[in-house]
């Protein structure tokens, strides 16, 4: 896809940070934005200021580990525009803290929306896509973690796996049929990420930031900067779109040892 121009765009997570980025990049071409997100306030915020921005634009309030919901967003979408052209199965949280503290509650948490909610999203677009005809293009949020394992961020790192296996299953699966998918892997993006907390169940709350995530990510890219590095990727039809290139030597590493360990099958004991 080349032109963004009056083309229909779903954005999950799109009220803040990363979505947010996209959601105002494709409004600067032209694009009409369907933003859902779990937070109704900040939703209807962000589609506002798409609109003092040009573009059209509704919010959804979505939460993406409810089935219902998402499909309940489609339909709002598809009413409202008449069509979707691009999927932005974005909507994601953070849990940090040493492996050994990890909660199975934590756990849930994170896997709940990060891999529940980006099934539901992404059966759905591809489905829809489909069923339309005209093409389109998904974009899955992974992330650099969905490569690289870090035992502070447990549930995120094993989420991210998990995203980076369905994007490649959903490129391989879709591309035959002329509807692209791109998964994106940012580095540090200075979002509201480290705040997913206040998302939890009451009970489940802890109440605080992550101090995992915070110093990773503060003073990183700012959300803005990101979506003309993803509307690029898209228009390159890339497998992956990276936003940072110094992890090359961290990803060589992991690589290497893969392939060392391939080399050695059969190796005397
Ligand atoms: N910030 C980074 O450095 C970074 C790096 C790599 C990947 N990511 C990924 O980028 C995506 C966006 O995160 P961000 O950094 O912009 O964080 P953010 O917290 O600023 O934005 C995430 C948005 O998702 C929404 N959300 C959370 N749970 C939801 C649910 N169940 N249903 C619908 N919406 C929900 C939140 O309300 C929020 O508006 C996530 O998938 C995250 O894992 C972020």
Same mark, same amino acid.
């Given at each position: 896809?080349?032109?963004?121009?009056? /083309?229909?765009?779903?954005?999950?997570?799109?009220?803040?940070?990363?979505?947010?980025?996209?959601?105002?990049?494709?409004?600067?071409?032209?694009?009409?934005?369907?933003?859902?997100?779990?937070?109704?306030?900040?939703?209807?915020?962000?589609?506002?200021?798409?609109?003092?921005?040009?573009? /059209?634009?509704?919010?959804?309030?979505?939460?993406?580990?409810?089935?219902? @919901?998402?499909?309940?967003?489609?339909? @709002?979408?598809?009413?409202?525009?008449?069509?979707?052209?691009?999927?932005?199965?974005?909507?994601?949280?953070?849990?940090?803290?040493?492996? *050994?503290?990890?909660?199975?509650?934590?756990?849930?948490?994170?896997?709940?929306?990060?891999?529940?909610?980006?099934?539901?999203?992404?059966?759905?677009?591809?489905?829809?896509? *489909?069923?339309?005809?005209?093409?389109?293009?998904?974009?899955?949020?992974?992330?650099?973690?969905?490569?690289?394992?870090?035992?502070?961020?447990?549930?995120?790192?094993?989420?991210?796996?998990?995203?980076?296996?369905?994007?490649? @299953?959903?490129?391989?699966?879709?591309?035959?049929?002329?509807?692209?998918?791109? #998964?994106?892997?940012?580095?540090?993006?200075?979002?509201?990420?480290?705040?997913?907390?206040?998302?939890?169940?009451?009970?489940?709350? #802890?109440?605080?930031?992550?101090?995992?995530?915070?110093?990773?990510?503060?003073?990183?890219?700012?959300?803005?900067?990101?979506?003309?590095?993803?509307?690029?990727?898209?228009?390159?039809?890339?497998?992956?779109?990276?936003?940072?290139?110094?992890?090359?030597?961290?990803?060589?590493?992991?690589?290497?040892?893969?392939?060392?360990?391939?080399?050695?099958?059969?190796?005397?004991?």
């Amino acid at each position: 896809m080349q032109d963004f121009k009056n /083309k229909v765009a779903i954005v999950t997570g799109g009220a803040s940070g990363i979505g947010q980025g996209i959601a105002r990049a494709l409004a600067g071409e032209g694009a009409h934005l369907v933003i859902a997100d779990i937070d109704p306030d900040s939703a209807k915020a962000a589609a506002g200021d798409l609109g003092e921005r040009g573009a /059209k634009s509704v919010a959804v309030a979505t939460d993406v580990r409810d089935p219902a @919901a998402v499909d309940a967003l489609f339909d @709002a979408a598809s009413a409202e525009f008449g069509a979707i052209d691009l999927v932005f199965n974005n909507a994601g949280v953070y849990l940090g803290g040493p492996m *050994r503290d990890c909660t199975f509650d934590d756990w849930k948490f994170v896997l709940d929306v990060n891999v529940d909610g980006v099934f539901h999203v992404g059966q759905k677009a591809a489905a829809v896509l *489909r069923e339309q005809g005209r093409g389109g293009y998904v974009v899955n949020t992974a992330s650099i973690g969905g490569f690289t394992a870090h035992n502070g961020g447990l549930a995120y790192a094993v989420s991210k796996f998990g995203v980076v296996a369905y994007s490649e @299953a959903m490129r391989m699966d879709l591309e035959p049929e002329g509807i692209g998918v791109s #998964t994106l892997c940012p580095g540090p993006i200075d979002t509201n990420l480290t705040a997913s907390d206040r998302l939890r169940d009451a009970g489940d709350r #802890t109440g605080g930031v992550s101090e995992a995530l915070s110093p990773f990510i503060r003073g990183g890219m700012a959300p803005n900067d990101i979506g003309p590095i993803v509307l690029s990727g898209i228009r390159r039809e890339l497998p992956y779109i990276f936003t940072h290139d110094d992890m090359r030597e961290v990803f060589k590493a992991r690589f290497d040892s893969v392939l060392d360990c391939i080399d050695r099958i059969g190796e005397p004991a």
